[in-house]
């Protein structure tokens, strides 16, 4: 993989920041789009801008072929069986409320227990306690391990009879573990448990085939993986969905309505009410056609080198902290602190320097609880950066301890 060749396929990376370079280490929060996205949003957009599935006029035929051809994409992307198993969303929030909205709230009781982690994102926590107090099921975290991964005797210890949902991310928005899914689902389906995995930092970065995993539902968004915002994707099993009543209704989703009554469109399409996200899924076949062509195996190798160097680099500096496991456990996210400098001190006087990274919780209150931490810096790298990327990191985060050490010193 030729990295600089990729970088030039990214007009946004080709500025300066504050009279530097910009070193963009932010693509956990969402990563930036190649031309080639760009250019298939603009050309739907200038030539065959239309509604799906309704028209027979031309236009209406191209858009409809670029939409459900982005759902075969996907489908071939995630090894799905069917197209029927592959719902747009607005995101990986929109698809795990479905699944707790829809699947839930017909399936779990008073008697029954949700599990999830405590490193999961906002995203993959409030719908499960929603669902919880809703149906009066009790939530159940499955502990983490000091290096912030999980241990297949604590997920056997906390996945009982009783236990009709487990929940985990693939990968660590914050810490960068890699969990092992497919054996946390394994323990699920002997127990009767459906498998939820939220996929959005994983799908971007390495290959996802939600077969071998055996996941029952499978989340991700467009707007991570190159693709464009406002686009998303819910994988279920066909015999799960066929099951699942919608959650929004109106047009496109029905079949037949009377005054009284109404029936459904068959899969997928009885999850997908009013007008579909037409320019998006168009944008994120264009990203998923860009990712293939690289090679998701190449990207996760070149990540994997970065943040292993950027480690080496940070574990030479006195005073910063890195969360997490080590390099072998991990994806390209690299969350830390520097003593006495608050992560937002720390991402100003970066941003400064023209680098890019992100402060706070990340979405991940109850980890920072776990970390005993109120918040975080984060870099997080993607197939357009390179070592330089990680060089101009570093030499700016001994600056910002250099300045803050003047301040305080």
């Given at each position: 993989?030729?990295?600089?060749?990729?970088?030039?396929?990214f007009?946004?990376?080709?500025?300066?920041?504050?009279?530097?370079?910009?070193?963009?280490?932010?693509?956990?929060?969402?990563?930036?789009?190649?031309?080639?996205?760009?250019?298939?949003?603009?050309?739907?957009?200038?030539?065959?801008?239309?509604?799906?599935?309704?028209?027979?006029?031309?236009?209406?035929?191209?858009?409809?072929?670029?939409?459900?051809?982005?759902?075969?994409?996907?489908r071939?992307?995630?090894?799905?069986?069917?197209?029927?198993?592959?719902?747009?969303?607005?995101?990986?929030?929109?698809?795990?409320?479905?699944?707790?909205?829809?699947?839930?709230?017909?399936?779990?009781g008073p008697?029954?227990?949700?599990?999830?982690?405590?490193?999961?994102?906002?995203?993959?926590?409030?719908?499960w306690?929603?669902?919880?107090?809703?149906?009066?099921?009790?939530?159940?975290?499955?502990?983490?391990?000091?290096?912030?991964?999980?241990?297949?005797?604590?997920?056997?210890?906390?996945?009982?009879?009783?236990?009709?949902?487990?929940?985990?991310?693939?990968?660590?928005?914050?810490?960068?573990?890699i969990?092992?899914?497919k054996?946390?689902?394994?323990?699920?389906?002997?127990?009767?448990?459906?498998?939820?995995?939220?996929?959005?930092?994983?799908?971007?970065?390495?290959?996802?085939?939600?077969?071998?995993?055996?996941?029952?539902?499978?989340?991700?968004?467009?707007h991570?993986?190159?693709?464009?915002?406002?686009?998303?994707?819910?994988?279920?099993?066909?015999?799960?969905?066929k099951?699942?009543?919608?959650?929004?209704?109106?047009?496109?989703?029905?079949?037949?309505?009377g005054?009284?009554?109404?029936?459904?469109?068959?899969?997928?399409?009885?999850?997908?009410g009013?007008?579909?996200?037409?320019?998006?899924?168009?944008?994120?076949?264009?990203?998923?056609?860009?990712?293939?062509?690289?090679?998701?195996?190449?990207?996760?190798?070149?990540?994997?080198?970065?943040?292993?160097?950027?480690?080496?680099?940070?574990?030479?500096?006195?005073?910063?902290?890195?969360?997490?496991?080590?390099?072998?456990?991990?994806?390209?996210?690299?969350?830390?602190?520097?003593?006495?400098?608050?992560?937002?001190?720390?991402?100003?006087?970066?941003?400064?320097?023209?680098?890019?990274?992100?402060?706070?919780?990340?979405?991940a209150?109850?980890?920072?609880?776990?970390?005993?931490?109120?918040?975080?810096?984060?870099?997080?790298?993607?197939?357009?950066?390179?070592?330089?990327?990680?060089?101009?990191?570093?030499?700016?985060?001994?600056?910002?301890?250099?300045?803050?050490?003047?301040?305080?010193?």
């Amino acid at each position: 993989m030729n990295v600089q060749s990729v970088r030039q396929m990214f007009p946004i990376l080709d500025q300066e920041v504050n009279g530097h370079p910009l070193v963009y280490l932010d693509s956990a929060a969402t990563s930036q789009k190649p031309k080639q996205v760009i250019d298939a949003i603009e050309d739907y957009y200038k030539r065959y801008n239309s509604n799906v599935h309704r028209g027979v006029h031309t236009l209406g035929s191209m858009a409809t072929d670029g939409y459900e051809g982005a759902r075969e994409k996907v489908r071939k992307f995630i090894n799905a069986k069917s197209m029927e198993e592959i719902v747009f969303t607005r995101g990986t929030t929109t698809a795990i409320n479905l699944v707790a909205s829809s699947y839930g709230r017909a399936n779990v009781g008073p008697e029954d227990e949700i599990v999830i982690t405590p490193m999961e994102h906002h995203s993959n926590i409030i719908p499960w306690q929603q669902l919880a107090k809703a149906t009066g099921a009790t939530l159940k975290y499955i502990p983490l391990q000091k290096n912030g991964t999980i241990a297949l005797s604590d997920v056997e210890e906390t996945v009982t009879e009783n236990t009709k949902i487990v929940s985990v991310m693939q990968v660590s928005n914050v810490l960068g573990t890699i969990n092992p899914i497919k054996e946390i689902a394994s323990v699920a389906h002997k127990h009767g448990a459906v498998m939820v995995v939220d996929g959005a930092q994983a799908v971007p970065h390495m290959k996802v085939d939600v077969q071998d995993l055996d996941a029952d539902f499978y989340a991700f968004s467009g707007h991570k993986m190159c693709g464009p915002t406002g686009i998303g994707v819910l994988y279920g099993k066909k015999k799960l969905l066929k099951n699942m009543e919608p959650i929004e209704f109106g047009g496109e989703m029905i079949d037949f309505v009377g005054l009284y009554d109404s029936t459904w469109k068959e899969l997928p399409w009885k999850f997908e009410g009013g007008t579909p996200i037409i320019a998006g899924a168009i944008g994120l076949g264009a990203a998923i056609d860009f990712l293939e062509e690289i090679g998701l195996d190449n990207i996760e190798k070149h990540e994997q080198k970065l943040v292993a160097y950027a480690m080496s680099q940070l574990e030479k500096i006195e005073g910063v902290t890195i969360f997490g496991p080590g390099p072998d456990e991990r994806a390209g996210v690299l969350t830390f602190n520097c003593d006495d400098v608050h992560p937002h001190d720390t991402a100003t006087v970066l941003d400064a320097e023209g680098v890019a990274v992100r402060a706070g919780h990340h979405c991940a209150q109850p980890l920072m609880k776990w970390l005993e931490v109120t918040a975080t810096a984060r870099a997080s790298f993607y197939v357009y950066n390179t070592e330089e990327d990680v060089d101009a990191f570093v030499k700016a985060l001994i600056k910002t301890k250099e300045y803050f050490g003047d301040v305080f010193g």
